[in-house]
């Protein structure tokens, strides 16, 4: 039994993560957090009709998110998306889609818009969204066969990785290069904080 009129102290915050991505874990880390479990969500990604990039982001994270039983803990999921305009670019999956992706982007201006999403145990949910604006170098077919031979692009929203060798073809970023990874880290630390994880 504890002395009268002392307090005792809050369990620590347990956090699941609704995602099978190193690079989430990777960022995360960068918060010192370390996820109790790892719970990727099995969702379906298709865009609605007429649905604008800003909404799909917003609405993949919350869907990760509720769709993962965190039990005890809370949830934490995030997506991230590559648009061009009102378009929506896929996650490439073969050559051919990240050669177009690439070919669209090439000296132009797109977003990356990462959503984060924060499940409490009690069901509720916080969720901020990240917008950077990313512009590739014109690329030359030379430097599109190179990266596409390089293979980071296989299942990358818009067909690249700027944590690899395409961050030596970005001409500029404005915005967070973390939410271009897959993860906003300020907005992320704003959530968990807000949700009384220990991040100082």
Do not use: N
């Not at 993962?68 to 490439?92: M, Q, Y």
Request: a positive charge; one cysteine or more; proline letters at 6%.
């Amino acid at each position: 039994m504890g002395s009268a009129g002392v307090t005792a102290p809050c369990p620590i915050p347990r956090l699941v993560l609704a995602s099978a991505s190193p690079r989430r874990r990777e960022l995360l880390a960068r918060l010192g957090i370390v996820p109790a479990g790892i719970d990727a969500a099995g969702i379906d990604e298709t865009p609605r009709k007429a649905e604008v990039p800003r909404d799909y982001a917003r609405r993949m994270a919350r869907e990760k998110a509720l769709a993962v039983a965190g039990g005890d803990a809370h949830v934490l999921a995030g997506d991230t998306v590559v648009a061009l305009g009102r378009r929506i670019l896929p996650k490439t999956e073969d050559e051919a889609a990240a050669r177009r992706c690439l070919e669209l982007i090439s000296g132009r201006r797109h977003r990356v818009l990462s959503a984060v999403a924060l499940k409490a145990p009690d069901g509720s949910l916080r969720e901020r969204l990240s917008e950077t604006i990313v512009r590739f170098k014109p690329l030359s077919t030379a430097e599109i066969d190179a990266y596409i031979a390089g293979g980071e692009w296989h299942g990358k929203a818009g067909g690249y990785a700027i944590q690899g060798t395409a961050e030596g073809l970005i001409a500029w970023i404005s915005g967070s290069h973390s939410g271009v990874v897959g993860l906003p880290l300020y907005e992320t630390r704003a959530l968990l904080r807000a949700a009384g994880f220990p991040l100082g």
